[in-house]
């Protein structure tokens, strides 16, 4: 009798739970994404569990990178590398310890992402993993409920466990130090990376191109979440997002009046009515603020976000991780790394623009809430984007549409 390897035995082992793993996979990148801001000494709780993942992945024999795949990893890489090398020479302000911590990170944060994006696509995990995230998502917006109600009860419902690696001081969950007026931010460190998150998730809810179905009632939660944070930027995101998904729907003559439809509107409008108060302090004036020029927020996510780049070194930047923390990417990479890198981003978002418009449109839009291009929630942002932003095997339709219509043109001939 021939003797099994041990090597063979595992991946019969791993094929047979391969059921398991997708779920372990999933279900930590799914929780991945709602504790970036959760610190653990110098690395967020995300980049260990990106550890976890990047194992898990190899150990069950799924990890793989494709051979076209590598050609986008050098460019990538080689921009940053060579940013770095002629920063040392030309930039006597340039640490190179700082610099070469952010080039591990960068390429950590790509062996990750393109780890897992090879393992849903092969895997054709797309809705099961959207599903996941869905449901984290749900979950975060009840967490952040119960802790909002739990600060209004002043005391009287434990709460700050929660909060034991992110940030607890009054500035992170009341408008404007008045306490009357509590804004929702869940387990995240700021209600506007709430609202981030769950802009991202309604998202690919609505403008995935692989033919994912989420239950209406998640990105409803959602909504009404992203209401309950009071943030500026983040509702403003929600309701573009809204408004194209609405106008997208009825162009398509998809868009059919129910039931749901109308309890989901009234309880809007209802939630609307009860925190009118809230609303017209943290949103009406708040645009009044803006509009008049004594809220400088928006100018400072558009305009002041430039104002670090050096002019004398426009071409290399500052440097990888040597500009101070913008909310604007675009801004960011700019400064950080030159004008190459820069046009490299720009060129991205236009074709993410031309493949999957109102996809492209909220990445481009979410670039100047958040800022952190090195941070694991834009890794994840860019993953999610790569495995929804286009149809399942498009070019192959496209073909397989051509030879049948072919056929068809010679059978008719005959």
């Known amino acids: 009798m021939k003797e099994v390897s041990v090597l063979t035995k595992w991946l019969e082992f791993n094929k047979k739970n391969s059921q398991v793993w997708s779920n372990v996979i999933l279900f930590l990148m799914s929780v991945s994404f709602v504790v970036t801001d959760w610190m653990i000494g110098i690395f ?137 007026l509590i804004r929702t931010r869940s387990i995240f460190s700021e209600p506007a990376y709430l609202g981030y998150f769950l802009n991202i998730i309604l998202t690919m809810n609505y403008f995935n191109k692989v033919d994912v179905k989420i239950n209406k009632g998640f990105s ?46 009234l309880l809007i409008v209802g939630i609307i009515i009860f925190s009118w108060n809230f609303i017209d302090e943290t949103l009406i004036k708040r645009t009044t603020s803006i509009l008049s020029g004594e809220d400088i927020s928006a100018y400072n996510r ?45 060129l991205f978002s236009l074709y993410l623009l031309l493949v999957n418009f109102r996809l492209g449109m909220i990445f481009v839009v979410l670039n100047f809430q958040k800022g952190g291009y090195l941070s694991p929630a834009f890794s994840i942002l860019l993953l999610l984007i790569f495995i929804y932003m286009k149809e399942k095997n498009q070019l192959g339709y496209s073909l397989n549409s051509k030879a049948i219509n072919s056929n068809r043109d010679i059978q008719s001939q005959n």
């Not at 500052?318 to 190459?340: C, F, K, M, Q, R």
Request: net charge positive; glycine share 4%; aromatic share 16%.
């Open 302 to 346: 558009i305009i002041s976000s430039w104002s670090h780049i050096n002019s004398e070194h426009i071409f290399l930047g500052n440097g990888i991780e040597h500009t101070p923390n913008v909310w604007n990417i675009y801004a960011y990479i700019l400064s950080d790394l030159g004008l190459i890198a820069f046009i490299l981003s720009c």
């Open 220 to 265: 409803v939660i959602i909504s009404l979440t992203l209401l309950l944070t009071f943030s500026y930027s983040a509702i403003g995101i929600m309701l573009i997002i809204q408004f194209s998904n609405l106008v997208y729907k009825i162009r398509l003559k998809k868009f059919i009046w129910t039931k749901k439809i109308t309890i989901y509107i």
């Open 44 to 180: 967020t709780l995300s980049d260990y569990i990106f550890a976890l993942v990047g194992i898990s992945l190899f150990i069950s024999g799924n990890y793989m990178i494709k051979r076209k795949q590598i050609l986008w990893i050098l460019l990538l890489l080689g921009v940053i590398a060579a940013n770095i090398v002629m920063n040392v020479y030309s930039n006597e302000a340039f640490v190179l310890k700082t610099g070469m911590a952010a080039f591990i990170r960068v390429s950590y944060y790509v062996a990750l992402v393109i780890g897992v994006y090879n393992y849903v696509k092969d895997q054709k995990l797309e809705a099961q993993f959207l599903k996941m995230i869905n449901i984290v998502a749900v979950i975060i917006c009840f967490v952040g409920i119960y802790i909002t109600i739990a600060l209004y009860s002043e005391g009287q419902l434990p709460y700050e466990f929660f909060w034991r690696f992110t940030r607890t001081d009054l500035a992170s969950y009341v408008f404007k130090e008045n306490i009357a």
